[in-house]
């Protein structure tokens, strides 16, 4: 058997090595690492897979959150509300902006912001909502986007673990994540869906103006040479990034059935369990692309689960252990555990198994066979 990783890497290029080494000796050759003819094509091919009219390109994901919210014009102290239970970059540039954070609670089955919660959370002071495709899965963007119009809010899509997946709307319209909201921000790490072998991100919009604007700030507040017309920032996507995702793109929905067919075979293994809720896909199937797996161990010892399979070489995760109102740096008087139950109970059940596009039957076998050894 091969020796099962939490993300293979190196498989996955060996699919794509030809394509992704002769551009980069291409590349190499002719000296173009920055704003190369790579990052132009792969920024018009993200566009037309999409379907969404504008693709910046920039450094990172956490760079594409905090453009997009420099982008929009957001001001110190106007309200930013988002999820408890994610990854911190989120949160982080709220913050750093000097925007409020306004932490809320999640949803028990699918682990995305809770619509509920948001509109409990509304002030005459919040100005935006970030939601985070958690996990691979499209959030309620019908009930969010139905919320930001009745509320005059924008929304700013974190679909930093949601690229590819297809959103469909209650009338059976089909929209990409990240092509709903005012505009979205996306990470190209390398263990992301669609991954580069560096850092790398994007902004997406499809409103022509605040393009603009973002094209400006990745560049400095530049629109004009040497004219610094708004505080920027520096956030390139380089042209060796650009070509490995030229070659991964035409890939992606490929990447994102072999993802999707291994989460159906490990919760085909794992169904009727006591004590294992399998994940739950809301609506259509590709609404979910599985950037992780992500089980919940109700009533049985998870960190002791954790520890036995970690013990027999099965590589897995807890994302997240800590909600993020109780992260240090976003402590806030405003917080009451009482509004966060459902990320209280997660942060003890959860627990993310190997997602990658190369898992084999053979692996996931093993992996579940073990799980159920342990529980019994
Ligand atoms: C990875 C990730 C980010 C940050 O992306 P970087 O490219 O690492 O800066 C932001 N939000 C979510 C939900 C992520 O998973």
Known sequence: MKKIQMVDLKGQYEGIKEEVNQSIQEILESSAFINGPQVH??????????????????????????????????????EVITADFTFAATVEVIALLQLTPVLVDVCPESFNISIEAIEKAITPKTKAIVPVHLFGQAA??????????????????????GIGADYTYPDGKVVKTGAIG?????????????????????????????????????????????HHDVVGVNSRLDSIQAAVLNAKLPNLDAYNVARRTAA????????????????KVDGNENSHVFHQYTLRIVNADRDGLLAHLQGKGIPCAIYYPIPLHN???????????????????????????????????????VITDEIKAFLG
């Open 327 to 365: 992260q240090k740096a976003y402590l806030d008087p405003r917080y009451n555990e009482a509004d966060f139950p459902v990320t209280n109970q997660l942060v003890k059940e959860v627990l993310s198994l190997p997602m990658h596009t190369e898992l084999d039957d053979e692996q996931i076998k």
């Open 264 to 279: 159906q075979k490990y919760s085909a293994a794992l169904a009727n369990h006591a004590n294992i809720v399998t994940p």
């Open 182 to 226: 005012h505009v979205a921000a996306t990470s190209f790490f390398p263990s992301k869906n669609l991954g580069c072998y560096g850092d790398g991100g994007a902004i997406f919009t499809n409103d022509d103006a605040l393009a603009h604007t973002l094209r400006g700030i990745v560049n400095h507040g530049m629109y004009e040479r040497y």
């Open 140 to 161: 309620d963007m019908d009930a969010i986007m139905k919320l930001a119009e009745k509320h005059n809010l924008y929304v700013i899509e974190d679909n930093a673990q």
């Open 41 to 78: 094509t792969f920024q018009a091919n993200l566009e037309k897979y999409l379907g969404v009219k504008h693709v910046i390109p920039c450094a990172n994901g956490t760079d594409a959150l905090q453009i997009a919210m420099m982008g929009l014009g957001l001001k110190p102290g106007d």
